[in-house]
Protein backbone atom coordinates (compact mmCIF):
# COMPACT_ATOMS: atom_id res chain seq x y z
CA UNK A 1 0.00 0.00 0.00
CA UNK A 2 2.77 2.27 0.58
CA UNK A 3 4.26 1.98 -2.71
CA UNK A 4 0.74 2.69 -4.42
CA UNK A 5 -0.06 5.80 -1.61
CA UNK A 6 3.98 7.41 -2.78
CA UNK A 7 2.88 6.41 -6.89
CA UNK A 8 -0.05 8.89 -6.58
CA UNK A 9 1.79 11.69 -4.40
CA UNK A 10 4.14 11.82 -7.06
CA UNK A 11 1.35 11.63 -9.32
CA UNK A 12 -0.57 14.53 -7.97
CA UNK A 13 2.65 16.52 -7.47
CA UNK A 14 3.23 16.52 -11.47
CA UNK A 15 -0.58 17.15 -12.36
CA UNK A 16 0.15 20.25 -9.41
CA UNK A 17 3.45 21.58 -10.93
CA UNK A 18 1.46 21.21 -14.46
CA UNK A 19 -0.96 23.08 -13.64
CA UNK A 20 0.88 26.01 -12.11
CA UNK A 21 3.18 26.31 -15.23
CA UNK A 22 0.08 27.54 -17.19
CA UNK A 23 0.59 31.03 -15.85
CA UNK A 24 4.57 31.41 -16.77
CA UNK A 25 3.46 32.18 -20.51
CA UNK A 26 2.42 35.67 -18.92
CA UNK A 27 5.17 35.78 -16.79
CA UNK A 28 7.90 35.00 -19.60
CA UNK A 29 5.82 37.20 -21.73
CA UNK A 30 5.91 40.33 -19.23
CA UNK A 31 9.74 40.55 -19.02
CA UNK A 32 10.12 40.91 -22.99
CA UNK A 33 7.90 43.65 -23.46
CA UNK A 34 9.48 45.46 -20.48
CA UNK A 35 12.80 44.87 -22.45
CA UNK A 36 11.10 45.85 -25.67
CA UNK A 37 9.57 49.04 -24.15
CA UNK A 38 13.27 50.02 -22.49
CA UNK A 39 14.76 49.24 -26.00
CA UNK A 40 12.39 51.70 -27.89
CA UNK A 41 12.90 54.56 -24.94
CA UNK A 42 16.51 54.43 -24.48
CA UNK A 43 17.47 53.28 -28.16
CA UNK A 44 14.72 54.00 -30.91
CA UNK A 45 13.51 57.38 -29.88
CA UNK A 46 16.67 59.54 -29.11
CA UNK A 47 17.80 58.29 -32.61
CA UNK A 48 14.76 59.26 -34.25
CA UNK A 49 14.95 62.82 -32.41
CA UNK A 50 18.42 62.93 -34.00
CA UNK A 51 17.24 62.56 -37.63
CA UNK A 52 14.17 64.97 -37.25
CA UNK A 53 16.38 67.77 -35.94
CA UNK A 54 19.20 66.99 -38.63
CA UNK A 55 16.36 66.84 -41.00
CA UNK A 56 15.36 70.59 -39.63
CA UNK A 57 18.41 71.71 -39.96
CA UNK A 58 19.11 70.42 -43.85
CA UNK A 59 15.85 72.22 -44.52
CA UNK A 60 17.06 75.37 -43.01
CA UNK A 61 19.74 75.74 -45.49
CA UNK A 62 19.64 78.37 -47.35
CA UNK A 63 22.40 80.30 -50.34
CA UNK A 64 25.09 81.94 -48.42
CA UNK A 65 25.50 79.91 -45.34
CA UNK A 66 28.78 78.03 -44.46
CA UNK A 67 28.58 74.94 -43.55
CA UNK A 68 30.18 71.56 -42.58
CA UNK A 69 30.14 68.24 -44.59
CA UNK A 70 30.16 64.96 -42.44
CA UNK A 71 34.20 64.97 -44.55
CA UNK A 72 34.84 67.53 -43.01
CA UNK A 73 34.91 70.42 -45.10
CA UNK A 74 33.71 74.02 -44.43
CA UNK A 75 32.17 75.71 -47.29
CA UNK A 76 29.58 78.30 -48.15
CA UNK A 77 26.24 77.15 -49.96
CA UNK A 78 26.16 78.97 -53.70
CA UNK A 79 23.34 76.90 -54.47
CA UNK A 80 20.10 74.53 -54.08
CA UNK A 81 18.91 71.38 -56.22
CA UNK A 82 16.04 69.17 -54.94
CA UNK A 83 18.61 67.10 -53.15
CA UNK A 84 21.68 68.67 -53.33
CA UNK A 85 23.84 71.66 -52.50
CA UNK A 86 26.12 72.93 -54.40
CA UNK A 87 29.14 74.41 -52.22
CA UNK A 88 31.87 76.84 -52.47
CA UNK A 89 35.32 75.61 -51.30
CA UNK A 90 38.25 78.42 -52.03
CA UNK A 91 37.24 79.44 -55.28
CA UNK A 92 36.00 75.16 -56.52
CA UNK A 93 32.52 74.08 -56.47
CA UNK A 94 31.38 71.47 -55.59
CA UNK A 95 28.31 69.22 -55.31
CA UNK A 96 26.91 67.21 -52.33
CA UNK A 97 23.94 65.24 -51.24
CA UNK A 98 21.99 66.89 -48.42
CA UNK A 99 22.27 64.26 -46.29
CA UNK A 100 25.95 64.84 -46.40
CA UNK A 101 25.81 68.26 -44.53
CA UNK A 102 26.92 67.83 -40.98
CA UNK A 103 26.32 71.02 -39.45
CA UNK A 104 24.94 74.55 -40.32
CA UNK A 105 28.35 76.99 -38.88
CA UNK A 106 27.43 80.16 -37.58
CA UNK A 107 24.29 79.39 -35.71
CA UNK A 108 24.02 79.38 -32.22
CA UNK A 109 22.72 76.09 -30.70
CA UNK A 110 19.84 76.13 -28.13
Excluded at 3 to 32: D, R
Excluded at 82 to 103: C, H, N, S, Y
Aim: charged share 25%; aromatic share 6%.
Amino acid sequence: MTHVATYLNWQSGLLIAQESSGGSALGFLFPLVIMGGLFYVLLILPQRRRHKKMDTMRASITVGDEVRTIGGIIATVVAENDDEFTLDIGGQKMRVIKRAIAEKLGVDEE
